[in-house]
């Protein structure tokens, strides 16, 4: 009696399956996505990040001292190129990687940046921007990006010095610091 409710069930999936409709976006037609042209006009803020980048970053540890670290950052266009998504990949001074992504998006309805970090090594997700709290703004050619919750304020800056350099600094004060070079 129970195998024929599992050929049942297994039969009922596969009639499911085959007879499902689903509408997939084209696939990236490049390695790094390619930009909606409905894509909010915000969205240029970010798209500097789109490519492979790779840098050195200055690092405060906790005990004070500070360390250098080699980064590779990848940005692409995501979810049909009305979002950004960007990587970031470090190996740690013990051999240890560290990986995180974040993705950007503008909603053009409510006029407001969603931003949300994951920290893959650490395992937890950082909401930076929303409609509800935290900003994104330009400050004489300087993105700043300001997090905040009831526990934390971060301040992130991006100067992108040309098309093929940018720097980034996270915290006030800082205690990342990066310098990027565009390598694709």
Known sequence: MASQRVICLLAALAIGVTSASYTMAEPAITTYGQRNAEAPGQLSLFSFLVGKWKGVAKVRLEDGRDAEFEWTWIGRYVLDGMAIADELHVAGSDGSA????????????????????????????????????????LDAGTIVIISEDAQTRIRENYRVVDQNHFTYSLGDPVSIEMTMERVE
């Open 98 to 137: 560290y990986l995180g992504i974040t993705l950007r998006h503008f909603d053009a309805v409510k006029r407001s940046w969603i931003i949300e970090f994951l920290n893959v090594s650490n395992s937890f997700l950082r909401r930076q921007v929303n409609p509800q709290s935290g900003s994104v703004s």
